[in-house]
């Protein structure tokens, strides 16, 4: 399988930084968000070994290369289908398809935030690249 590996970070704050924030915009300005200030999340996708650790500083999410208080990892698909709400999260975390490492209680904060959002908030585009993706590493076996 073609793995990404790791993208600088400067690559990262211009790119993911501003689709997270303008996505995000409203539960952002609405405050949902903001147990996570000053916190460190890590979304690592593994089988593409693909990692990003996050934090919110002053109710805007930031990429950071500080070290991660919890982890969320999984391939691909498992993120794909917590994105697109395809499946249950509480299922993937328990079929062991997406583990916490670190502070749980924090890992779980993150996952209840994340299926608490309204699905139109993910951007068209994003559902739509995640469906070329399903289509296409599949191949690169």
Known sequence: MRRL???PLPLLRTSLEPWLNRTLAEP???GEFDV???RRVCLSIDDLALAVTL???HGRLQVTDAPWEVKVAGGWREFACLASREEDP???FFQ???CLEGDTELGLTV???LDGQEMELLHPYLLEALG???RWLPRQA
Request: glycine share 8%; proline share 4%; aromatic share 0%.
């Open 5 to 7: 590996g790791p993208l």
């Open 28 to 30: 952002l300005a609405d």
């Open 36 to 38: 996570l200030e000053g």
């Open 55 to 57: 934090t919110l500083t």
């Open 90 to 92: 509480d299922s993937l």
């Open 96 to 98: 062991r398809r997406l």
């Open 111 to 113: 996952k209840n935030l």
């Open 132 to 134: 070329q993706l399903q």
